[in-house]
């Protein structure tokens, strides 16, 4: 079965011509084995295009639903480890001796399709539109979602607010709340997953096979650094819902700061995650406090279910938490066979805190011994009073010392300019002989009109923790030049400050440039360099105009000024009308 023009990299109408001009796909690139041929039809129904994406379980395809006229997702089952498939033959080929490991993860495979069936309705979820076995293997097809992953919003964006985020977050944070509660655990919750719809709401994809984000199994390990928990590494790592809260926390860090956590391994031997002090301060206390229980190395002491978390970050007087006796499993609660390995509440305990040991004759002090320390000489009032008035001499001399050097000491400098990274205080303190490190303090340089590309990552400014907070537009400052800076120039301040610095986008009338002609890839990157999109592509046939290439512009004639970030939409050419 063939559908003229449709391109099976991305499933669009391509016209006549080989190569896609929307995503470059050339017709009849071979079959990558053990895939299936792109252009191979399941169930009468279902057209497979290029294989996107493969881990340890399994390969997902672009795909066509001819019945409802749309693209889909196509997932099939196929462990590489376990099977493998022959050219021109679409039946999966079992490795010897793997008959029943293969039997067990193929039920696992149906069973979370079925579970996501039942989850569809879900807001944060991809429907699932059908579930099939065939070619010894099985499919589930979902609905196409059109966005883009986390990650790459992530990293053009740089990091989120609380105020974007939580509205995000919170409906997928109860989904998957959701799906523990029918004993479906993901383990493979990160930014690649998620994928935020031009609606701009977030859908998690990428549920299967426990085992194929699990170390030692007979599937081939899929981690997610900074983003898999720490059990995850490990046979013996007891696994469940706490680890999706691990990843969901993870994602939830990245977010917030645009940075991603170390990987869980390395946070074993150092488990301190530092979040930037002003990034920090703009987070609700309990945000902060949330993330840090999800975070949690050690699955005793993490924030334990979905439910917990959502709780955590939406309650801004957190209550005291009272003690808990060690969760206890029901063995007659319904779980499908698929989560029974995983979903084991793990044994929770008190935290046993180390004491230093008494010494023997403190072991046998009695009360009698301690009333006897109460006779012991009392001093007097008199003398009270003059013990006090040493220290309060003391107190006064260490207070104006500090005074001469944060006020008398600054003001000698401004007729003596230091370099701007340079030392400008050192203040130290000895009080009785007891002498403590000179607190040394630093000039902020100006860093309004520098290049930020020259500030980012220079040596010389390598005494603060300089960041970009913000990009604006600004018509009295070229693109990439600083506009403003959180801390005073000539402030004194603590080495490894924080200083936030916004950054001019230049000016927010951009012209439009000529891709007429181009093909659409060369017309995007214009578009881009010029600060613009490429919007809506409609088609049409030209006999002047080579197919894949733009005919003309729609609402708009190119050498015009708009405003930066708008779509241009185009006309392309499908090339010449063929006669009947």
């Not at 017709?27 to 191979?40: I, S």
């Not at 295009?49 to 019945?67: M, R």
């Not at 079925?114 to 807001?123: D, E, I, Q, V, Y």
């Not at 985020?165 to 993901?186: C, K, Q």
Request: hydrophobic share 35%; proline share 6%; glycine share 8%.
């Amino acid at each position: 079965m063939e559908f003229k023009g449709l391109c099976l990299g991305c499933m669009s109408n391509k016209g006549t011509s080989m190569e896609c001009p929307k995503c470059g796909y050339v017709e009849g690139t071979p079959q990558v084995l053990p895939y299936l041929e792109p252009g191979t039809v399941l169930k009468e129904r279902f057209i497979i295009g290029k294989h996107l994406s493969a881990n340890g379980e399994g390969v997902t395809y672009i795909g066509y639903d001819i019945s409802a006229n749309k693209k889909v997702t196509v997932r099939e089952y196929l462990p590489k480890t376990l099977c493998s498939r022959v050219k021109d033959d679409d039946n999966i080929i079992i490795a010897s001796g793997n008959k029943l490991v293969y039997q067990d993860y193929l039920q696992d495979f149906m069973e979370i399709g079925r579970a996501l069936t039942k989850l569809s309705n879900l807001p944060s979820i991809v429907p699932v539109v059908d579930l099939f076995e065939a070619n010894k293997t099985a499919y589930i097809v979902y609905e196409y979602v059109d966005g883009k992953p986390l990650d790459e919003i992530i990293k053009r964006a740089r990091r989120f607010t609380w105020e974007e985020t939580r509205p995000l977050f919170l409906p997928l944070i109860s989904t998957v709340n959701s799906a523990h509660s029918i004993g479906l655990v993901h383990f493979g919750i990160c930014p690649e997953n998620i994928i935020m719809t031009r609606s701009g709401t977030l859908k998690l994809q990428g549920f299967g096979s426990p085992d194929a984000h699990l170390a030692e199994t007979e599937l081939t390990a899929e981690f997610y650094d900074g983003f898999s928990a720490i059990e995850q590494y490990s046979l013996e790592g007891k696994k469940g819902k706490w680890t999706d809260v691990y990843a969901m926390c993870a994602v939830l860090f990245y977010a917030l700061t645009g940075k991603r956590p170390p990987d869980a391994v390395s946070r074993s031997y150092e488990p301190r995650l530092n979040m930037p002090a002003d990034v920090a301060q703009n987070i609700p206390t309990h945000v902060v406090t949330a993330l840090a229980g999800g975070l949690q190395v050690n699955i005793e002491s993490r924030t334990h279910s979905m439910e917990e978390l959502k709780n955590q970050l939406t309650n801004p007087v957190p209550r005291r938490a009272e003690p808990k006796p060690a969760p206890a499993v029901s063995p007659s609660a319904p779980s499908p066979s698929y989560g029974d390995r995983y979903v084991d509440e793990p044994d929770y305990h008190a935290p046993v805190r180390s004491t230093m040991p008494a010494s023997s004759g403190q072991m046998n002090r009695t009360a009698r011994d301690y009333e006897e320390d109460d006779d012991e000489p009392e001093i007097s009032p008199y003398k009270y009073g003059i013990i006090s008035g040493l220290i309060g001499f003391v107190v006064i001399g260490v207070i104006a010392l500090i005074c001469l050097n944060l006020i008398v000491i600054p003001m000698m400098n401004k007729d003596n300019p230091q370099e701007e990274d340079d030392p400008v205080i050192s203040v130290s303190s000895q009080v009785e002989g007891n002498e403590s490190e000179p607190t040394v303090l630093y000039r902020v340089p100006n860093l309004v009109n520098k290049k930020w590309s020259n500030v980012n990552g220079n040596e010389k400014y390598s005494n603060f923790y300089i960041r970009l907070s913000e990009e604006v537009y600004d018509e009295n400052f070229e693109e990439g030049k600083i506009i403003s800076q959180s801390v005073e120039a000539g402030s004194a301040v603590a080495k490894n400050t924080a200083i936030s610095v916004v950054v001019s986008k230049g000016s927010k009338m951009r012209i439009v440039p000529n891709i007429i002609g181009k093909n659409v890839e060369e017309a995007s990157k214009e578009l881009e360099k010029a600060g613009l999109l490429l919007g809506d592509q409609a088609e049409e046939y030209s006999d002047d105009v080579e197919s894949g290439k733009i005919i003309r512009l729609n609402g708009i004639e190119p050498g015009k000024k708009i405003q930066a970030g708008s779509m241009i939409n185009v006309v392309v050419s499908l090339g010449k009308e063929e006669e009947d």
